[in-house]
């Protein structure tokens, strides 16, 4: 099983829909990232964890909320989805004493028509 | 907004020369640099990390920090086809953004046969 792991892989979805990404991992970090990836924009930061009950905003929160259900839990929620939030979504965790480098889950591509 | 800049490329280097990628950041806080390797649709993974000024070798990447620059490059020996993908800069940020990574937007590199 891989280490971060994200459900759906792909998603298609309707305009005004509420979808959630669900990210779960067996590495046993405590820090949790929601990253956004577009065409020529780069990742962008989206909201990040350190545990379950410290939760943040990075630089493109709206729109978007999370839940950090559990230390190896961590969703991302599109309260009402919209055409510009179709993107390649990426889930991360990290660990302190390894420098704060990521590993990344496999991805979720996310469609809204 | 801290920023990481890259040359979006495309670099293309001929099979068995060295592609260097280079990358600039404008936070002088930051205290840990990564480069990830990015295949297309796929989830970046981590190739090389450096925290301290010099060159670190692994295999045949070779990552090489000058902070006073704010500057830090990858170089990738005997290059091979299967090293085609985009490249990934990405430095930490402060502890006031949970040292969350802030990544440049990818160097696209091409190894011809």
């Known amino acids: 099983d891989a280490d971060v792991t994200q459900t759906p892989r792909n998603r298609i979805t309707k305009t005004g829909k509420r979808i959630m990404l669900e990210c779960s991992q067996t590495?046993?970090?405590?820090?949790m990232y929601w990253y956004r990836q577009d065409p020529g924009l780069g990742l962008r930061l989206i909201y990040y964890?350190?545990?379950?009950?410290?939760?943040n905003k990075g630089e493109i929160s709206d729109g978007y909320s999370v839940s950090r259900q559990a230390q190896a839990k961590f969703s991302l929620s599109l309260e009402s989805a919209i055409p510009n939030q179709t993107a390649l979504y990426f889930c991360?965790?990290?660990?302190?004493?390894?420098?704060?480098?990521?590993?990344f889950g496999s991805g979720t591509r996310l469609t809204v028509v | 907004q801290k920023e990481v800049e890259q040359n979006s490329g495309p670099l293309s280097v001929p099979e068995g020369a060295i592609a260097s990628l280079n990358c600039t950041y404008s936070?002088?806080?930051?205290?840990?640099f990564f480069w990830y390797r990015q295949y297309s649709g796929k989830s970046p993974e981590l190739i090389m990390s450096?925290?301290?000024?010099g060159d670190k070798e692994d295999g045949r990447f070779t990552a090489q920090l000058n902070k006073a620059s704010q500057y830090v490059s990858l170089l990738i020996r005997d290059s091979q086809p299967s090293d085609s993908a985009t490249y990934l800069c990405?430095?930490?940020?402060?502890?006031?953004?949970?040292?969350?990574?802030?990544f440049g937007k990818g160097t696209s590199l091409l190894v011809t046969p």
């Open positions: 990405a430095v930490t940020g402060h502890s006031n953004s949970g040292y969350a990574l802030n």
């Open positions: 590495k046993g970090h405590d820090r």
């Open positions: 964890s350190f545990d379950v009950k410290d939760i």
């Open positions: 991360a965790t990290s660990d302190p004493g390894q420098g704060y480098g990521y590993t």
């Open positions: 936070d002088r806080g930051s205290q840990s």
């Open positions: 450096i925290y301290s000024n």
